[in-house]
């Protein structure tokens, strides 16, 4: 509480600054503000219609000299039980040599497809970046491109493990705990649930090298990230020790917390993922992206894949279809993080005007089971999108 309440008053002090600085008539700076409102309605399995103020975010971008940027983005959910706000991003960005740094949080963009609104098409992420690129880093970054050659490397401070839920309405905890599936993510600390209480004390690097050749609309790349497991995470993940162990979640199934381990015994403490990606666009705004990680958390490898097709149209209705999968590689238990798990994404976009859509998103969710049976998580919502 302590440390959110720090980044809340950071946030708010940089918001202030920038806005300050874009009325002195001494700076050169300006500065633009920007936010954005999902309402949405939820249409669930053991749910009635519920509508549902999804996100606020406010955000500031600083054009500094030297061709430098500062940028702070606070998001506020409404529903989430504790006050809701947090620091999303803070950053500075600026030129050196031909590349760029990036120092502070923010999206990583040493790794895979960078999920941002544009890049991930559907209003919600699919499970791939939800497991693997989905929360925010703190460290720095450098980004190199030039002609075809698009790389990137970063250090910052490492992931924890902990889920995120597959097929939830936020704010909703009693259904959740039934009509919902929990995954194997790496989490940003201190970002929300399903995620551990604090950062990791731990460095990491990422690094991807691929080329973006526009001429044939065609991005690729490898990437790898590798780091050591926080002490805590390796407790949990191989001997269940703790009195809050966030790799042993409430089973949907049984409504009851597992008494199984993902790695029993385990002794390793790497922590490791690497994978291609690519996105690809042809001149009468047909898109196709893929990416797919292989993991190693100590002796636990698994993997993720998606596909994702659709029509992107500038203006008009837009429309996606995505398939993803988390396979574990290992025997299903009473861990329900121990499943394997697949979703198809269904989502339309409707524009009304400039900054207002409506998009209808509809997921099929599964799972395989220790028992063979199913968890109702399938999901459907319309959401009202204002950005200015």
């Known amino acids: 509480m302590v440390r959110r309440s720090f980044e809340l008053l950071a946030a708010g002090a940089l918001l202030a600054g920038l806005a300050c600085a874009a009325t002195a008539d001494t700076a050169p700076t300006t500065v633009q503000v920007h936010g954005y409102l999902q309402n949405r309605a939820y249409l669930a399995p053991a749910a009635n219609l519920e509508l549902v103020t999804e996100r606020v975010s406010l955000s500031a971008l600083a054009n500094l000299p030297n061709e430098s940027i500062a940028y702070a983005e606070v998001y506020y959910h409404p529903w989430a039980p504790s006050n809701g706000l947090y620091l999303e991003s803070g950053y500075y960005d600026t030129g050196i040599g031909d590349g760029r740094a990036r120092v502070g949080k923010g999206r990583r963009l040493a790794f895979g497809i960078t999920p941002t609104y544009p890049n991930r098409k559907t209003s919600n992420y699919g499970i791939v970046s939800e497991a693997f690129t989905q929360d925010r880093i703190v460290g720095t970054q450098y980004v190199y491109k030039k002609d075809a050659l698009d790389t ?25 705990t039934v009509n919902s599936v ?15 209480a604090s950062q990791s004390t731990l460095p990491a690097v990422s690094a991807r090298v691929g080329g973006n050749w526009q001429q044939l609309g065609l991005r690729a790349g490898i990437s790898a990230y590798y780091s050591e497991l926080e002490p805590g995470d390796f407790i949990a993940l191989t001997s269940g020790a703790g009195a809050t162990n966030l ?26 993922v690497w994978g291609p990606d690519f996105m690809y666009r042809t001149k009468n705004n047909l898109v ?21 097709g659709g029509l992107d149209a500038p203006k008009g209705w837009k429309f996606f279809v995505r398939y993803g999968r988390q396979n574990m590689d290992t025997t299903p238990t009473d861990n329900p993080l121990s499943w394997d798990v697949n979703q198809w994404q269904i989502s339309a976009v409707q524009p009304i005007r400039k900054g207002l859509w409506l998009q209808y998103e509809y997921e099929i969710n599964g799972e395989k089971t220790n028992t063979g049976a199913d968890v109702k998580n399938n999901l459907f919502f319309a959401e009202l999108f204002t950005g200015f």
């Open 247 to 272: 790799l042993t979640p409430i089973n949907p199934l049984t409504g009851l917390t597992p008494t199984s381990v993902l790695v029993p015994g385990g002794t390793s403490k790497k922590q490791q």
């Open 182 to 196: 929990p995954h194997l993510s790496f989490r940003d600390g201190n970002s929300g649930g399903g995620a551990p």
């Open 288 to 308: 196709l992206q893929g990416e797919w990680y292989d993991a190693s958390v100590s002796s636990l490898d698994y993997n993720g894949w998606e596909l994702l």
């Open 152 to 176: 990137a490397i970063d250090l910052q401070m490492g992931y924890r493990l902990g889920y995120r839920q597959i097929g939830s309405i936020p704010g909703d905890s009693t259904r959740n």
